[in-house]
């Protein structure tokens, strides 16, 4: 059962803690938002974190995001990071200032429990994280792959950083992306 919480208030919850009929609202929401193109690894990436999710007044998942945990090797140390995925408002309820108490509930999580925030943004969704204090990483993106260090050249202008636990963090050096399956990042 979902808990009780006002329209518009975002609540957060662990994956573990979300009915499968919340889980599917999820889903339905995040493929419709991103207009079919939500693959199934994006859904993974999206999993094993914590959730904020935002209702409207009919009881209806209005907006959604996650914050995961990966690992990071920036300088000569693998930090702790809490990477932001699968945020979205449905279309109806955009510009309303949703997207925003979504992500103030998620950086709340990062700047208490991670080193560091970080995310790759749409063209759409930059703005959002600019405004809320996000910084484009200026510096090299790459991920720890099978074969080694990959450089992601494509990555680089959409990673956004937030400095949490670890402080800022220095765009000389590379940032380095544990491997996952689909968009590494």
């Known amino acids: 059962m979902t808990p009780t919480v006002p329209a518009h208030t975002p609540r957060t919850a ?3 803690d979300l ?16 207009d079919g193109d939500f693959s199934d690894e994006d859904w993974d990436h999206g999993l094993g974190g914590i959730h904020a999710l935002v209702h409207d007044d009919a009881g ?16 000569d ?21 949703l997207g925003g108490r979504v992500m103030a509930e998620l950086e709340r999580v990062i700047d208490r429990a991670y080193d560091a ?13 600019a405004a809320r204090g996000w910084e ?13 260090v990959m450089h992601l050249p494509d990555e680089e202008g959409t990673t956004f950083v937030r400095p949490a636990l670890a402080g800022p ?11 996952r399956d689909g968009d590494v990042l």
């Open 117 to 129: 925030g970080m995310l790759s943004a749409s063209d759409e969704g930059a703005a959002l994280y």
């Open 60 to 75: 209806r998942l209005v907006g959604h995001g996650s914050v995961v945990m990966r690992r990071v090797r920036h300088r």
């Open 169 to 179: 963090l220095d765009p000389a050096f590379e940032l380095v992306f544990d491997w």
């Open 14 to 16: 662990h994956t573990a």
């Open 136 to 148: 484009r990483w200026s510096g090299r993106v790459c991920a720890l792959g099978p074969g080694g």
């Open 19 to 34: 009915g499968p009929a919340e889980l599917r609202a999820i889903r339905a929401l995040l493929e419709g938002a991103f």
């Open 77 to 97: 140390r693998w930090l702790r990071v809490g990477y932001v995925e699968a945020v979205a408002v449905r279309s109806d309820a955009r510009r309303t200032g």
